[in-house]
């Protein structure tokens, strides 16, 4: 039986917004069991917005979450690094509409846990147990979730470049396999949208410091890739963290295939309407 983590102490850091550019103080704190993630805006009097699918607001190029009327984005890449890390529960407070992008990656936010420790807690952790195969689709992108006795994630995705074309990883979420395989995968754009992103006031604050910029055949960055397949590797953290809006780690199989922050948002959606298709069990 797995009970419930928290972390041990409290941590803060703080960094700029890759959307929106703006300067954020942000700290992790511990929360009782049962919590889940909440997020915390200290600059609106601690207004709290749960990480739930329930206040999914867009997702286009960053999961964006809205509570009355109050915004928090781009959670995806603090969120899986709590799900990878297999914290439960964990109060986010922070002074501005978004979470800093750190390096564009999940490696920071993991450094900061490992720092501050895990605690377990007296309460069985619970999972989203899959019954029956749910399946979304549009046009070529295309989302499931089928039963399994684990979390695993079988991301593809193919992209006409050079250092990307097809690419494929096969995900099961297990002690230290989200820190060694996942949590330094980096964001990437291509120059050939930085234009149409700035005009829709997006990637504000990107640079060579946070994400992998790609130009029509080569990258502007002058560091190499941390992995051949990075750019998979970076939308299979995605996945891991737009699906901890959850509420709590599934066990099953996710297969993605160019999929991207709206469709994981619409299969989450659809799972969750589907009420044959899941199960909440406790620990395993
Ligand atoms: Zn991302």
Redesign the pocket.
């Known amino acids: 039986m797995t009970n419930q983590k928290t972390l041990a102490k409290s941590i803060e850091t703080g960094g700029i917004g890759l959307h929106t550019g703006v300067t954020v103080n942000l700290k992790l704190k511990p929360a009782p069991a049962h919590t889940g993630y909440i997020f915390v805006r200290t600059d609106l009097d601690d207004f709290e917005i749960p990480a739930s699918v329930e206040y999914i607001s867009h997702c286009s190029y960053?999961t964006t979450l809205l509570r009355r009327g109050v915004l928090l984005s781009t959670c995806?890449?603090l969120l899986a690094a709590l799900r990878g890390t297999g914290i439960d529960n964990c109060f986010i407070e922070l002074d501005n509409i978004e979470i800093p992008i750190m390096d564009?990656s999940s490696e920071n936010w993991i450094e900061l846990i490992e720092q501050a420790g895990t605690s377990e807690q007296n309460a069985p952790r619970h999972f989203l147990k899959i019954k029956e195969t749910v399946i979304f689709e549009q046009g070529d992108r295309r989302m499931s979730i089928e039963p399994s006795d684990d979390y695993r994630i079988e991301c593809t995705i193919d992209f006409p470049h050079p250092f990307i074309n097809r690419q494929k990883f096969d995900f099961t979420l297990n002690d230290g396999s989200f820190g060694r395989e996942i949590a330094s995968a980096r964001?990437f754009g291509f120059t050939t949208e930085i234009e149409m992103l700035r005009k829709a006031n997006l990637a504000l604050g990107g640079s060579l410091d946070n994400a992998i910029v790609l130009t029509p055949d080569g990258m502007l960055n002058k560091q190499p890739l941390r992995f051949a397949d990075e750019f998979v590797r970076?939308?299979t953290?995605?996945i891991i963290?737009d699906f901890a809006l959850l509420g709590m780690p599934f066990l099953g199989k996710i297969k993605a295939e160019k999929s991207g922050h709206a469709v994981h948002a619409s299969l989450m959606s659809k799972l969750l309407k589907t009420e044959s298709a899941w199960e909440i069990v406790e620990g395993v």
């Open positions: 960053a995806e890449h564009g964001t970076h939308k953290l995605d963290g």
